[in-house]
């Protein structure tokens, strides 16, 4: 029957259509009419094959999990919109660290060449993950396409992708920054601090990641770990180690800047970017992977999981 089901969903239109609707409309109700807490144990059983521990979380991903529903903080929702974080960042570390600031606008409408400069630069919402959109050359943009993509995501609150709470309360916005570009024309990696009740014991690095994906995770002496952190797909990790990344020069004074930044937070991750020299804040992130991300061996999630302090008080 199944196989059936299977051919039938590959080879007619009508069946496709039809189970993509009861899909999209079982997608719906889950993420604007489930409670939340019920809505993330679901999320997690389907990804770990196991109930979520809320009343006693041990691991990581079920500390990732337990902060979603019950840290939640005005600093969360400053932090998490990438237009006041440098407020933030700024009061924390000093205005030097951020990435220079070419435009930001709430309204899609002010999106147009003669705001923005005519060298490389980013242009980003501030209220979800998107990535950004790198603009190497204003004069080949098709900007009609590019107004339908970015206020196709102005029009969405990412709170309901995960609730992620610090999402739900941000003015959806636009920023541009300058594209950071390396003499060999690439831009450069982000450093992804995992700091733990304010200290760095994680970093890890995406390597070739709009190719051939693959991701290490290194301690602050800069050694490799023994695990994984990534999603799977045939019992496989889709981010593996990848090749050697090289220590960055200003490692020392990334982890400082990282701790700084994650103190008020029993779990954070903290992105920067060694560039010119010089130390740049890319962003902060509360819950990685949004809780989901299989860490293996598994005794690496527990092990994890204990270096971070909750108050369930």
Known sequence: MLKVARYLYHRSFVVNFIINKLFSLHQFYRIHYIDEKKFIKQNYKKRFHKELNLENPKTLNEKINWLKLNDRRDIHTI?????????YVTEKIGKQFLIPLVFKSYDIN?????????KPFIIKTNHDSSGGEIIRDKTKVNWKKLHKKFRKLLSKNYYYIGKEWQYKNIKPGILVEQLLVEENGQVPFDYKFHCFN?????????IDRYSNHKRNC?????????????MWKNNKPLWPNGKHVDKPVQLDKMI???ERLSEPFPYVRIDLYEFASEV????ITFHHGSGLEIIHPKEWD???????TINKG
């Not at 002010?110 to 005519?118: E, I």
């Not at 602050?220 to 994984?228: I, N, Y």
């Open 256 to 258: 400082t800047i990282a």
């Open 198 to 206: 304010g200290k760095v014991e994680v970093i890890h690095v995406d």
């Open 79 to 87: 932090c998490a919109d990438k237009i006041r974080v440098r407020e």
């Open 280 to 283: 740049l804040f890319g962003e």
């Open 110 to 118: 002010d999106l147009v060449p003669a705001n923005l400069p005519d």
């Open 302 to 308: 527990l092990k994890l999981g204990n270096l971070v």
């Open 218 to 230: 290194y301690n602050p002496k800069w050694e490799l770990l023994p695990f994984t952190w990534s």
